[in-house]
T-cell receptor, first 108, second 114 residues
Framework: GIQVEQSPPDLILQEGANSTLRCNFSDSVNNLQWFHQNPWGQLINLFYIPSGTKQNGRLSATTVATERYSLLYISSSQTTDSGVYFCAVVEYGNKLVFGAGTILRVKS | ETGVTQTPRHLVMGMTNKKSLKCEQH?????MYWYKQSAKKPLELMFVYNFKEQTENNSVPSRFSPECPNSSHLFLHLHTLQPEDSALYLC?????????????FGPGTRLTVT
């Protein structure tokens, strides 16, 4: 099956800093989603981005499907950005495969 | 609020108990999913229901029994669980159209098996 690798596994930022999270996947995908999991376990949809670039406030994402990677950019980070960021892909049908996540801590 | 609700939010049960987790989606979707998130492991897909029919069972032990009575409701019936089944159980839903399957998740049920 498809493999999804996220990097870095852990990231500590000072408030106001920018960061880039990466997601590599081993095969062609029909769907790619980025999620933020808050401390209470809720998965919040950030982007549905099988290809191209999208922006939502301080967050943006780019997926280069032909090169099998996606990037999530966080600018001017805030303490509320802390949590775990997951990339998940669909190889076929509607079976979503998750990466291991990036744990982000933003310090004030 | 994502439009997907789960109850209960927390559950503690003994290994001989029988309990059920409930999920309801208010998004008009036609596919629903159960995922398991254990400590230090990636989220794992357990079951998929498309149009109320189970289309995926990801080698889940029979002590987990799903039920999808309609496209808005999904249950996970639990019996004779093991301590290693303690985890966060997440429900999700999506619309199935073409190849687009953006999934939306509920808040999860944190299960502890004693």
């Amino acid at each position: 099956g498809i493999q999804v690798e996220q990097s870095p596994p852990d990231l500590i930022l000072q408030e106001g800093a920018n960061s880039t999270l990466r997601c590599n996947f081993s095969d062609s995908v029909n769907n790619l989603q980025w999620f933020h999991q808050n401390p209470w376990g809720q998965l919040i949809n950030l982007f549905y981005i099988p290809s191209g670039t999208k922006q939502n406030g301080r967050l943006s994402a780019t997926t280069v499907a032909t090169e099998r990677y996606s990037l999530l950019y966080i600018s001017s980070s805030q303490t509320t950005d802390s949590g775990v960021y997951f990339c998940a892909v669909v190889e076929y049908g509607n079976k979503l495969v998750f990466g291991a996540g990036t744990i982000l801590r933003v310090k004030s | 609020e994502t439009g997907v609700t789960q109850t209960p939010r927390h559950l503690v049960m003994g290994m001989t108990n029988k309990k059920s987790l409930k999920c309801e989606q208010h998004l008009g979707h036609n596919a629903m999913y159960w995922y398991k998130q254990s400590a230090k492991k990636p989220l794992e897909l357990m079951f998929v229901y498309n149009f109320k029919e189970q289309t995926e069972n990801n080698s889940v032990p029979s002590r987990f029994s799903p039920e999808c009575p309609n496209s808005s409701h999904l249950f996970l019936h639990l019996h004779t669980l093991q301590p290693e089944d303690s985890a966060l159980y997440l429900c999700a839903s999506s619309q199935v159209r073409g190849s687009a399957y953006e999934q939306y998740f509920g808040p999860g049920t944190r299960l502890t098996v004693t």
